[in-house]
């Protein structure tokens, strides 16, 4: 056997990407499950509407 250390697969830089674009999805997800309702869009009624035609 001998004492040479393992190698290293993957680096800092890769596990910080890797922890971003799960923070992405999840974030994403978030929005299209609760965007609705955290940021409901105005709405207006008939009666407030200018005439199209």
Known sequence: MSD????RLFGLAYWAAIAFAV??????VLIARYGPV????????LGDRPKSR
Request: charged share 10%; aromatic share 12%; hydrophobic share 45%.
């Open 4 to 7: 040479a250390p393992r190698p």
């Open 23 to 28: 923070a992405c999805l999840a974030g994403g």
């Open 38 to 45: 955290w940021f409901a869009a105005p709405t207006e009624s």
